[in-house]
């Protein structure tokens, strides 16, 4: 598929090893919430391409992804460093299994991200259609500092009613340290925010983050009676199976 020479327009950094940014929109570009897209830059005369989930909503006129940094990494090593009007590349074509079409309606939805795991589901309630669909969104973000909690003044601000967030810190002391995994599994997250346990005939599950957690909770949930949305149909849990590890974390 074709890529499309566009603009960075911003960079905001989170912490010392998270950032996001914006970038201009190819003409006629267009994509679910919940999807990504691969992104590249030019190195030594070859595109360095790596897939990034889009943390817009349809309606913004421009693209904004989220980003770790790693220091050896061939592509974020650069994007680190990349200035407001600086060139990226955008490819023509979108995919991704996080959203809604990729988990049946139902009663509560969970959404479980890891470090920059949490870009698609950004993306997903700065929609309409995700409340519309379930009476309670669950936000868990597990990271391992409070600065790479990015976004959640924006979260705070939308939580309430029908959305609620849970930013987990699990490397230095916070108002909640354990995974949002671990939590999800214990049945500590039902407890804190008084709802009943996850039952698979009633509620759904996305899951975004480091490959370790995605399959942990892949496993246990299949054990659990859980069904995995794939090619023979459409179940009650989903996982980003393209999340790459530059964009993972704890």
């Known amino acids: 598929m074709p890529y499309n020479q566009q603009s960075i327009t ?123 669909r379930f009476e309670t969104v669950i936000l868990v973000h597990s990271v391992r500092t409070a600065p790479e909690l990015s976004y959640r003044e924006e979260i705070e601000a939308r939580a309430g009613g029908r959305l609620r967030y849970v930013p987990t810190v699990t490397r230095e002391p916070h108002d909640i340290t354990g995974r949002g995994a671990d939590l999800f599994r214990s049945g500590e997250l039902s407890r804190m925010l008084e709802l009943p346990d996850p039952d698979p005939e009633l509620d759904r599950v996305m899951l975004c983050g480091n490959p370790q957690m995605n399959k942990e909770m892949t496993a246990y949930l299949k054990e659990q009676g859980w069904t995995m949305t794939n090619y023979k149909g459409v179940g009650n849990f989903t996982v980003e199976q393209a999340f790459v590890t530059t964009q993972c974390d704890d």
């Not at 980003?67 to 060139?87: C, E, N, W």
């Not at 939805?109 to 700065?126: D, E, K, V």
């Open 10 to 132: 911003s960079i905001r950094r989170w912490s010392p090893k998270t950032f996001s940014f914006k970038a201009t929109r190819p003409e006629g570009f267009r994509f679910k919430n919940g999807q990504f897209v691969t992104l590249g830059l030019r190195c030594g005369g070859k595109l360095v391409p790596r897939a990034y989930s889009i943390v817009s909503d349809p309606g913004e006129p421009d693209l904004e992804f989220l980003s770790i940094h790693v220091p050896d990494g061939s592509l974020t090593s650069q994007l680190a460093q990349a200035s407001v009007g600086d060139t990226i590349w955008i490819n023509s074509k979108v995919t991704g299994s996080l959203t809604l079409e990729h988990v049946q309606p139902g009663r509560n939805l969970y959404l479980l991200a890891t470090g920059t795991g949490i870009a698609p589901f950004i993306s997903l309630i700065r929609g309409e259609a995700i409340f519309e």
